[in-house]
């Protein structure tokens, strides 16, 4: 039996500018932060040499359960990884989606920030999320995130909802 999602995790090449960003842009709260250069972790990863930094973060004012984070993000000091092909066309490629009560200003300061967007915000025109709107963009380390903005009915009934 499932009891739900513990976290999702990205590997990252620099865990102090991918906490910046995802704490300073996006708006997560760090949780936890700590070096792993264990016997464990070495068996979890299969490299028998590893060395990680992890930071744990979490969206704020979300019900924690089992997990107090919902996000990891590892560096691998050792060993070094490159990234492969970055397309989202591609098996085993995966984003994150992140809802937002206003697309397009966040839109707007990412973009003036640098932020590198796929589109600027798209009206959702079919499917459960129609009447909302949604765009692609990239952390550092061109890791695809979503934002969405949901409708107004996918809302309705949420505390502070419309």
Do not use: K
């Amino acid at each position: 039996m499932s009891h739900g999602v513990w976290h999702f995790s990205f590997t990252v090449s620099d865990l102090d500018a991918s906490v910046a960003f995802y704490t300073g842009q996006l708006d997560f709260e760090l949780i936890h932060r700590q070096e792993q250069a264990n016997e464990y972790t070495r068996r979890l990863v299969g490299y028998p040499d590893a060395h990680l930094r992890v930071a744990q973060l979490a969206v704020p004012g979300q019900p924690r359960g089992l997990s107090s984070h919902d996000l990891e993000l590892v560096e691998y000091v050792t060993p070094r990884g490159s990234r492969g092909d970055a397309q989202i066309c591609n098996p085993g490629a995966a984003h994150l989606a992140i809802a937002v009560d206003d697309i397009h200003a966040r839109f707007e300061r990412l973009t003036a920030a640098g932020v590198r967007f796929y589109s600027p915000p798209n009206v959702i025109t079919a499917g459960v999320n129609e009447g909302g709107f949604t765009c692609y963009f990239e952390d550092p380390d061109r890791i695809v995130l979503e934002m969405v903005q949901p409708p107004a009915h996918r809302l309705a009934g949420r505390a502070g909802g419309a």
